[in-house]
């Protein structure tokens, strides 16, 4: 079986963009589960509108999700010799010849098509000429006038077209620049791609490649065209309907395999199945189970697959990607036992990695500050002998494990009559300030005694003062 390989051809003029992004994961998967290669050239021939920065971004969004190459990066703008080199073969050939009509002159011909009915077109004037090179003219192919090109595409089925809509489009521009449709099947040929998977976007550009290579006399390539990405509205997707650009998701707090998963599910099935490790995708991922409809962006839906890459990622795996989030806050965590216990408490509550992030502050910051509504309805006080009774006991424990801390808190409700609620709840908001945590034995424990004592000692100072300035 003949090995395959796929390429990504970003133009760097900007971000990377969630409809970009998913072509280079169908490219890099297909490559992956065929064990093929996977190539990355960069299309930067748009000298005005191509920057350094644009294509550093590439790399960073690439990076982030963890989608490698095999070759390149190639660039376009340094292989110049390489198109001359094929340019010349086809007009050595007869495939192609020099026209020197100007722009005026095609701008007639197309007018006088129009007022007949017939498609605007280049009429041909050069074909047969023979002309020289001249300091403007343009190298144009000689496309067939009857018969029909048809494109074998993969997930669309054969689209056919007929040549005579094809004129003899133009391959190099009058200031020497090669077109994009030829620098593409020209990068293709040399770089040996024989897989192919682009946006629909591009059908109208294949029937031209595919002539390009039959004057070359060049294996075609497997196309495949994938529909675009829409937003909820069904429109085409822009930044109305969310955040366009992959390292934007990166920043929110998503996790790039969680991005990876939801990219590919945007087009792409296997059975009903929802949730993919990366692995899963390289093992089952195929051209086949691509769709024909296009995929319909749901950033809930993208929210809640998130939370189950957070939630299945084994916690010593978050802490280096957490850490930027928690560095907004000016906390510094570092690897070991109390960040990773931390973030196995944070993890079944945790949408994105911000959100993960502001919940945990309450286990590295030394002075908490109460919700309003919390301390108003649970530190009052028929708290207060619970508190002052649990801190009395916690005193007195030297192992803070969760069967020890159940004991406290079980002799304080014997104490008191008091559920359990009753009394978790008061020491909820006192160590965290809020009402919602993970479980209040968890936390105790992670936080450990050195903590849990001053803040219980701070609650109850709360409440007597509060009651103090209530009785005056």
Request: glycine content about 6%; some cysteine; proline content about 5%.
């Amino acid at each position: 079986m003949k090995l395959i390989i796929t390429r990504f051809p970003p133009s760097p003029t900007g971000y990377l963009h969630l409809g970009n992004a998913r072509t280079a994961v169908f490219n890099w998967l297909y490559a992956r589960h065929m064990q093929g290669k996977f190539v990355l050239r960069i299309e930067d021939t748009d000298r005005k509108r191509s920057t350094q920065e644009a294509i550093d971004a590439i790399f960073e969004a690439l990076e982030w999700l963890g989608i490698d190459w095999d070759e390149g990066p190639y660039y376009q703008t340094q292989r110049l010799d390489v198109y001359n080199e094929y340019l010349q073969r086809l007009i050595d050939s007869g495939h192609a010849y020099y026209c020197t009509c100007t722009p005026e002159e095609i701008e007639d011909m197309r007018q006088k098509a129009m007022a007949t009915g017939d498609k605007p077109r280049y009429d041909g004037t050069c074909r047969e000429k023979g002309l020289p090179k001249t300091k403007n003219s343009v190298i144009r192919l000689k496309a067939p006038y009857t018969g029909t090109t048809v494109v074998e595409d993969v997930i669309k089925g054969n689209i056919v077209f007929q040549n005579d809509e094809l004129d003899d489009f133009v391959l190099v521009r009058s200031d020497g620049i090669p077109t994009y449709n030829f620098v593409v099947v020209i990068d293709d040929v040399t770089m040996n791609i024989n897989t192919v998977i682009r946006g629909d976007d591009h059908v109208m550009n294949t029937p031209k490649q595919i002539l390009i290579y039959k004057a070359l006399d060049a294996p075609l390539p497997v196309f495949g065209h994938v529909p675009m990405v829409l937003g909820s509205d069904r429109s085409r997707f822009s930044k109305r309907h969310g955040a366009v650009s992959v390292i934007n998701y990166r920043d929110m707090g998503f996790l790039p395999d969680a991005m990876l998963n939801y990219l590919v599910r945007l087009g792409w099935s296997h059975g009903d199945q929802e949730f993919f490790s990366r692995d899963d995708l390289i093992n089952v991922f195929d051209i086949e189970h691509i769709g024909r409809s296009a995929g319909v962006f749901d950033q809930e839906k993208l929210l809640a697959l998130n939370a189950d890459h957070i939630q299945a990622e084994p916690p010593t795996k978050l802490v280096a990607p957490l850490t930027p989030f928690l560095e907004k806050y000016s906390v510094n965590i570092q690897e070991g036992s109390y960040a990773e216990s931390v973030i196995e408490t944070l993890q079944p509550r945790s949408k994105t990695l911000e959100d993960m992030a502001e919940q945990a502050l309450f286990y590295y910051v030394d002075d908490i500050n109460y919700e309003e509504k919390a301390a108003k309805k649970f530190l009052k006080q028929a708290a207060l002998e619970p508190l002052k009774l649990l801190a009395d006991k916690l005193a007195t424990v030297a192992d803070f494990s969760e069967k020890n801390l159940e004991k406290a808190f079980l002799a304080v409700m014997d104490e008191t009559g008091l559920k359990l609620g009753k009394i978790a709840q008061p020491v909820r908001v006192a160590l965290t300030g809020r009402t919602a945590s993970p479980g209040i034995f968890e936390i105790v424990s992670i936080l450990g005694k050195e903590r849990v004592l001053p803040r219980l000692q701070k609650a109850i100072r709360f409440v007597e003062e509060r009651q103090g300035k209530i009785g005056k």
